[in-house]
């Protein structure tokens, strides 16, 4: 009796880990609030085949405007920095991301200094840098075995996984409103331990796929 018991937990504590693990978009919860309104997303697929939450204004005509002006990728909110994400790693990530989405941008309109009634504003925001400890894998779900991953998480031998969470937003400049929004989150390369440091190179690539993404984008995929 005890014997199904056990396994009966192990089972369930293994669809709740591979669950907890399956999730490649942002949920609700980790939404951050730089976006006025997130009611409206629809979990879709870039250009490239990544999974995000996007609203595109059913009205919306890129003919309707001559330039973008872009206003600089911020973290939102101010995150502290730790031992493993530390200050000058969030400023090389940022750094980085506007970099990219900067030149993407300007690849699909003119940037433009100044805003003018033809005109569409950028905003978006790094709103999470994350490094988690991967989920258990099954056979780790067996409670003995539950006891050996404990004490990996304890001492710092446990691989990490990494992610970097981004919102953003095209504004119409005549109306004030939102015409584009997208909620999108990437997995960036893992990290042997929790002792060792997140770089930004560990989050390049998924900054690269925004950036590719957004040269890439059809206003028709709505």
């Known amino acids: 009796m005890r014997s199904k018991t056990l396994c009966k937990v192990a089972t369930v504590a293994a669809m709740l880990a591979l669950t ?5 978009i942002a949920q609700p919860n980790q939404f951050s609030g730089f976006l006025k309104d997130y009611s409206n997303l629809k979990e879709t697929t870039s250009a490239s085949g ?3 939450l ?4 059913p009205n919306y005509n890129p003919a309707n405007y001559d330039n973008v002006v872009f206003n600089p990728i911020v973290y939102y909110p101010v995150p502290k920095p730790t031992t493993q994400v530390g200050q000058n790693a969030l400023d090389q990530i940022r750094n980085y991301t506007n970099v990219q989405l900067k030149k993407a941008i300007s690849e699909k309109k003119p940037l433009a200094t100044t805003v003018g ?3 569409l504003i950028f905003r978006g925001a790094i709103t999470g840098v994350d490094s988690s400890k991967e989920g258990l894998q099954f056979y780790e779900v067996v409670p003995v075995a539950m006891i050996v991953a404990g004490t990996q998480m304890a001492t710092g031998h446990r691989t990490m996984n990494t992610s970097l969470y981004f919102e953003g937003e095209l504004i119409d400049a005549k109306t004030n ?3 584009i929004k997208i909620v999108r ?6 990290l042997s331990n929790e002792n060792t440091p997140l770089t930004a ?5 998924v900054i690269d796929e925004m950036a590719i993404d957004a040269v890439k984008f059809d206003p028709s995929q709505k």
């Open 50 to 52: 990544k999974p995000e």
């Open 185 to 190: 989150k990437g997995e960036g390369k893992s």
């Open 20 to 24: 907890g693990c399956a999730s490649k």
């Open 201 to 205: 190179d560990a989050l390049k690539a």
């Open 117 to 119: 009634p033809r005109s």
């Open 54 to 57: 996007r609203w595109i204004d």
């Open 177 to 179: 409103k939102p015409v």
